[in-house]
């Protein structure tokens, strides 16, 4: 059973940042994508930033220049590194690893304060 766990949410000032990691547990192999997703209150998910398992990035444009998304394969975890925050990046962010399945870890509140 696959089990993912994000932490490094909180409450930090425009401008600052943040660390988000998933810790994946189970079979997992670093073959497979990994991504990381948010959802503000009222809003749907939606794509942050993605990586392949080779290493192949993709961000939606609002975060571009912003955030960097990396993998440790040794570790089975991915972490999401958030600069320059602003207060429409306040949300839920989901960390997720799709095998052909979909996993979704529970999510971390990242809240950015004006």
């Known amino acids: 059973q696959v089990q993912l766990v994000e932490s490094g949410g909180g409450l930090v000032q425009a401008g600052g940042s943040l660390r988000l990691s998933c810790a994946a547990s189970g079979s997992i192999f670093s073959i497979y994508s990994m991504g990381w997703y948010r959802q503000a209150p009222g809003n749907q998910r939606e794509l942050v930033a993605h990586?392949?398992?080779?290493?192949?990035?993709n961000y939606r444009d609002s975060v571009k220049g912003r955030f960097t998304i990396t993998r440790d394969g040794a570790k089975n975890t991915v972490y999401l590194q958030m600069n320059s925050l602003k207060p429409e990046d306040t949300a839920v962010y989901f960390c997720?690893?799709?095998?052909?399945?979909?996993?979704w870890g529970k999510g971390t509140l990242v809240t950015v304060s004006s």
């Open positions: 997720n690893l799709n095998t052909g399945t979909a996993y």
């Open positions: 990586i392949s398992g080779i290493g192949t990035t």
